[in-house]
């Protein structure tokens, strides 16, 4: 296992690399003046599922500071599970979160102003194709696995793998809802069935194409 000082550094890194990565990725704001569009269409019935899928993620996201001010706690049995060559899964977990980060200002960035918490469709909305959107269609919920994971990893965690799970299975849920949403809507399901022929859900599609939608 990593030594108590270098989990706690690497996870004070986790934090700065998450902070840039959303800071670079966060998409101008709209000019002063400029009333936004309205939803059009909101996947209804989903607010418990909200609820769910942020309390699962920030309790993978604030791990890392029990393992800051609670080593003692944190990185000792129960709450994690040694065994030979955890420390190689440990590198493997923190490499999944540069690799998550990265992904999380990118599909952020690519977004703008459609990311939302909601799901929902909105007056004025269209399919993004641009980023990691031209090759899959989920590449938010993806980063969020990949970051999700690698906390469990890097710290060894036996709780984690609980929010872990619930984050895979929301992402898959609220993916298929997404995806739902769309091809219920008829302005956007004959563009959005194109592109879920060419793209992957949570993994980059060879066939990706990348184009704007009309």
């Known amino acids: 296992m990593l030594s108590v000082l270098v989990a706690q550094v690497l ?13 670079i990725g966060r998409p101008p704001l709209p000019r002063r003046g400029t ?5 059009a269409r909101a996947e209804g019935g989903s607010a418990v599922v909200e609820v769910v899928w942020l309390g699962s993620l920030a309790l993978v996201f604030l791990y890392p500071l029990g393992v800051l001010f ?4 944190f990185l000792r ?22 690799l998550g980060g990265g992904l999380v200002g990118w599909a952020f960035r690519s977004l703008g102003r459609f990311a939302t918490v909601q799901i929902r469709i909105s007056s004025d909305h269209r399919i993004v194709r641009e980023g990691p959107y ?14 999700a994971l690698g906390i469990t990893l890097a710290y060894l965690s036996v709780w984690l793998w609980v ?13 298929r809802e997404e995806e739902r949403l769309f091809l219920s809507t008829p302005e956007l399901a004959p563009a959005y069935a194109e592109y879920v022929a060419t793209t992957g859900r ?13």
Not at 35 to 39: H, N
């Open 163 to 175: 929010p872990f799970a619930l984050v895979l299975l929301l992402a898959l849920w609220r993916a």
């Open 70 to 73: 609670f080593p003692a706690t």
């Open 202 to 214: 949570f993994l980059p599609s060879p066939v990706g194409c990348g184009r704007s939608a009309p």
């Open 134 to 147: 031209a090759r899959m269609r989920h590449p938010m919920y993806t980063a969020n696995m990949l970051l």
């Open 11 to 23: 996870g004070i890194l986790t934090y700065l690399w998450l902070a840039v990565s959303v800071a």
């Open 77 to 98: 049995p129960p709450f994690v599970v040694l065994f030979p060559g955890d420390a190689a899964v440990q590198v493997v977990g923190f490499a999944l979160i540069v």
């Open 35 to 39: 009333p936004p569009a309205g939803p």
